[in-house]
């Protein structure tokens, strides 16, 4: 197995090849490098806020020709992994286990605020209409129907979020896809383990999108 330039102690063998497809899949197809100076600051943002056991295992930059881009692997300690005594479950002792996530940022020249963004539900719509706290944009019609965004400096977010970023997040095909921003940091990707064919598609989001930051 090929030298990764991530931690991998205490992930399976499974994982472990999951992870050289992955890279090899990056490699193959964008221009990516290692990153020894990025860092990803993880309790800066809520959707990293619900696990105390996530570490960031490793950063790759990614060539763009305009704006920093970068995937973070962050190392998670699965929880409900538990250790077998004879017939029985022992939960009092379970063996530390790690799977991988892969989550794209952005540096931005823009700051935005504090924002959300997500494929909006049936449910947002119900609040919205007693607590109307999602950020309209009431020229852009598709986009607002379509996402649920929230923000803590309206205006700045309507600022920074004009027309070309909004239109590069509608060609997001995954409707999984989260994206939250805090000043001008951008981190998007899917609350799910390590994928090749996902995160080659994270990749290209990422970029388009960071054409328009």
Partial sequence: MENLPFDTEGIDIDEALLLQETYLALQAKFGIGISNTEQLTLNNFDLFNNNPYLSVAGILSVNHPITKCYLSFIK???????????????????PDHFEYQVWGSIISKKDFGRVLIRRETLTDKIVGLIHPIELEFKDDKPFSRKYYVVANDKDKAMLAMNWNFR????????????IEIAGNVLVMGI????????????????????SNC
């Fill in 76 to 94: 998670i300690k699965d929880a409900y992994v538990c250790s077998h005594k004879g017939q029985g479950v022992d939960w009092t002792q379970p």
């Fill in 167 to 178: 239109n590069s997040i509608m060609e997001i095909s995954d409707e999984r896809t989260v």
């Fill in 191 to 210: 609350d799910q383990t390590i994928d090749k064919e996902q995160t080659v598609l994270l990749t290209e989001n990422l970029l388009k999108l960071a």
